[in-house]
């Protein structure tokens, strides 16, 4: 079992940043891409952006390239994402997700395991 703990939400002004953080414990080793979804109130959960841990290739949603960074510290097991240039649309509750690889964790049916969510609130 993999255990996936976010941390770092809050609340933040439009144009302001936030790192958010994912802690990943347990068969680490079976997952090879970690990554970001984000679920806002009244709207579908959709993929923010996910990494490959042995790679580091990336990918993001269009909605938050140029904006969003993704990166991991293997040797902590941490994945992260650095949002910039906030936007109220950017409000919502992000979930860090891992699956077997980077293509199939931008697919929710294809995301083997979900933290529990941080809640992050742009006000405008």
């Known amino acids: 079992q993999v255990q996936l703990v976010e941390s770092g939400g809050g609340l933040v002004q439009a144009g302001g940043s936030l790192r958010l953080s994912c802690a990943a414990s347990g068969r680490t080793f079976s997952m090879y891409a970690m990554g970001w979804y984000r679920q806002a109130p009244g709207k579908e959960r959709e993929f923010v952006s996910a990494i490959n841990w042995s790679s580091g290739t990336t990918s993001y949603a269009d909605s938050v390239k140029g904006r969003f960074t993704v990166s991991t510290d293997n040797a902590k097991n941490t994945v992260y994402l650095q949002m910039n240039s906030l936007k109220a649309e950017d409000t919502a509750v992000y979930y860090c997700?891992?699956?077997?690889?980077?293509?199939?964790?931008?697919?929710?049916?294809?995301?083997?395991?979900w933290g529990k969510g941080t809640l992050v609130t742009v006000s405008s």
């Open positions: 997700a891992a699956a077997i690889g980077i293509a199939t964790i931008k697919f929710r049916n294809g995301v083997a395991h």
